[in-house]
């Protein structure tokens, strides 16, 4: 018997299910397939995450951040996201109070 069951080992699930299992409880996670193990030598993805200072505290705090940082891990001062042409965001360092 589970006490929780997370749908999904991506970022925000892997963080939850690992949580939850310190603080005593027994975890369930399901995902599709399992994930596949960082391997240094194969070329970047086009896809990134943009981590938070919160966010990165919290890996801290979970005993996670020290595995994570040993992977691809860049700092940045801009980031845009957009879907479609006419739908961007733009985020900067200095907007945010950080240079």
Avoid: K
């Avoid at 030598?41 to 940082?69: K, Y």
Wanted: charged fraction near 20%; hydrophobic fraction near 45%.
């Amino acid at each position: 018997m589970f006490d929780f069951c997370i749908n999904g080992a991506g970022m925000v699930g892997a963080a939850t299910a690992l949580g939850l299992a310190q603080q005593g409880y027994q975890v369930a996670i399901i995902e599709q397939r399992p994930p596949q193990p960082f391997e240094a030598a194969q070329p970047p993805d086009l896809r990134m995450s943009a981590i938070s200072v919160a966010s990165v505290d919290l890996l801290r705090a979970l005993g996670a951040w020290q595995h994570i940082e040993a992977m691809r891990v860049r700092s940045y001062s801009e980031l845009s996201v957009w879907e479609r042409p006419d739908c961007r965001t733009d985020f900067t360092a200095s907007d945010a109070g950080f240079e």
